[in-house]
T-cell receptor, first 111, second 116 residues
Framework: TQLLEQSPQFLSIQEGENLTVYCNSS?????LQWYRQEPGEGPVLLVT?????EVKKLKRLTFQFGDARKDSSLHITAAQPGDTGLYLC???????????FGTGTKLQVIP | NAGVTQTPKFQVLKTGQSMTLQCAQD?????MSWYRQDPGMGLRLIHY???????DQGEVPNGYNVSRSTTEDFPLRLLSAAPSQTSVYFC???????????????FGPGTRLLVL
């Protein structure tokens, strides 16, 4: 079983639409990160959230960490073709010396 | 700064062959790691290093060896390639170990490996 469940797995939308992707778990995390990976490239960090209920904005992207620090969401307003990519969440689990990644949401924004 | 570089970009191996995937970073990062990425499986940690001379296993270490003789380089060795090792391999580095901290991991562009 996956520690992190990301949904949806795939999303294809038209330019200008809004969307939300989710990262869920039954475990509590000390912090959570969101990465974007473009085809043929490595992941690039977008944001780190550390406090339950925290909301961070990065231009048209809004990230929220759940109050109980078990889940997170990423909302994109007015999606652009440049937003196309694989969105990965990653967490640090207390007591484990590693970062665990979710399986990702593959987003395609059609012009 | 070149960041994290990986070579080769693509490689085809026959079952049983050995090879080394190269990874280098020029950011003076202490922490380096290797992941493999497979469809539907996400990124899985193979091995990691918290500094020169120190390495440890991740969640999928079987069939792979690593060493860290310098801060800059962290090669990944496949001892006897198997079709199950067909994957995309990413090297990453960060200033310090990322667990329990808000460290940014910087990823290389990846090596695509096909084992026939």
């Amino acid at each position: 079983t996956q520690l992190l469940e990301q949904s949806p797995q795939f999303l294809s939308i038209q330019e200008g639409e809004n969307l939300t992707v989710y990262c869920n778990s039954s475990s509590v995390f000390s912090s959570l990160q969101w990465y974007r990976q473009e085809p043929g490239e490595g992941p690039v960090l977008l944001v780190t959230v550390v406090t339950g209920g925290e909301v961070k904005k990065l231009k048209r992207l809004t990230f929220q960490f759940g109050d109980a620090r078990k889940d997170s969401s990423l909302h994109i307003t007015a999606a652009q073709p440049g937003d196309t990519g694989l969105y990965l969440c990653a967490v640090f689990v207390r007591g484990y010396q590693k970062v665990t990644f979710g399986t990702g949401t593959k987003l395609q924004v059609i012009p | 700064n070149a960041g994290v570089t990986q070579t080769p970009k693509f490689q085809v191996l026959k079952t049983g062959q050995s090879m080394t995937l190269q990874c280098a970073q020029d950011m003076n990062h202490e922490y380096m790691s290797w992941y493999r990425q497979d469809p539907g499986m996400g990124l899985r940690l193979i091995h990691y290093s918290v500094g020169a001379g120190i390495t440890d296993q991740g969640e999928v270490p079987n069939g792979y060896n690593v060493s860290r003789s310098t801060t800059e380089d962290f090669p990944l060795r496949l001892l006897s390639a198997a079709p199950s090792q067909t994957s995309v391999y990413f090297c990453a580095s960060s200033y310090s170990y990322p667990w329990g901290r808000q460290e940014t991991q910087y990823f290389g562009p990846g090596t695509r490996l096909l084992v026939l």
